[in-house]
């Protein structure tokens, strides 16, 4: 058990709807960082918040964001779901900036 | 463009057999390489992390090592329950920001 939580476990959605995915990092952890997988692509970095400031952005759709809230917790919006959203979704956090400690991750399917 | 690659994409061992696992990188100046090892469906599980050519870590069958331009994951007498896909990253000095870039990973299958 790493630390990190992530809800919900699996997620089902139709086309052009929007979800939201929430996860709370290790305890003390201040930096927290949004990974996507999918089968062809691997892991890929979404965007990292540090703190509750935007600190890196990666491959983000326009269509997706992200916050951090004051306690730390942070969630990631997904709108306007297209089919190729369908993937795992990662969350880890990091108390420096090294090892990155991740989540069990959110199964998003879209129909 | 930072890269990195892993090789094999799979690999079947016998219980007992060891072998070895490649990762191969390009980065703008490293901070540091990263191993991980993921079951199906689950999170990455923070193996190790490796910060300067001849740096070398071990944890119970699993031993890492780096050079300038490559990791390998040395696994001694593997058994059943080292079946995994195991990843490779890499961190880069770049501007602040603290992603880790991925390889696609080597699935790793240990029979008995």
């Known amino acids: 058990d790493s630390g990190v939580t992530q809800t919900p476990k699996h997620l089902i959605t139709a086309t052009g709807q929007r979800v939201t995915l929430r996860c709370s990092p290790r305890?003390?952890?201040?930096?927290v960082y949004w990974y996507q997988q999918s089968l062809d692509q691997g892991l890929q970095f979404l965007i990292q918040?540090?703190?509750?400031?935007?600190?890196a952005k990666g491959n983000i759709l326009e269509r997706f964001s992200a916050q951090q809230f004051p306690d730390l917790h942070s969630e990631l919006n997904l709108s306007s779901l297209e089919l190729g959203d369908s993937a795992l979704y990662f969350c880890?956090?990091?108390?420096?900036?090294?090892?990155?400690?991740f989540g069990p991750g959110t199964r998003l399917t879209v129909t | 463009e930072d890269q990195v690659t892993q090789s094999p994409e799979a690999l079947r061992l016998q219980e007992g057999e060891s072998s070895s696992l490649n990762c191969s990188y390009t980065v703008s100046g490293l901070r540091g390489l990263f191993w991980y090892r993921q079951d199906p469906g689950k999170g990455p599980e923070f193996l190790f992390t490796l910060y300067s050519a001849g740096e070398e870590k071990e944890k119970e069958r699993l031993k890492a090592t780096l050079t300038k331009k490559e990791s390998f994951l040395h696994i001694t007498a593997p058994k059943p329950e080292d079946s995994a896909t195991y990843l490779c990253a890499v961190q880069a000095e770049e501007g602040g920001s603290e992603k880790l870039v991925f390889g696609k990973g080597t699935k790793l299958t240990v029979n008995p």
């Open positions: 305890s003390g952890d201040l930096s």
């Open positions: 880890a956090s990091s108390a420096s900036s090294n090892e990155q400690y």
């Open positions: 918040y540090y703190n509750g400031e935007e600190r």
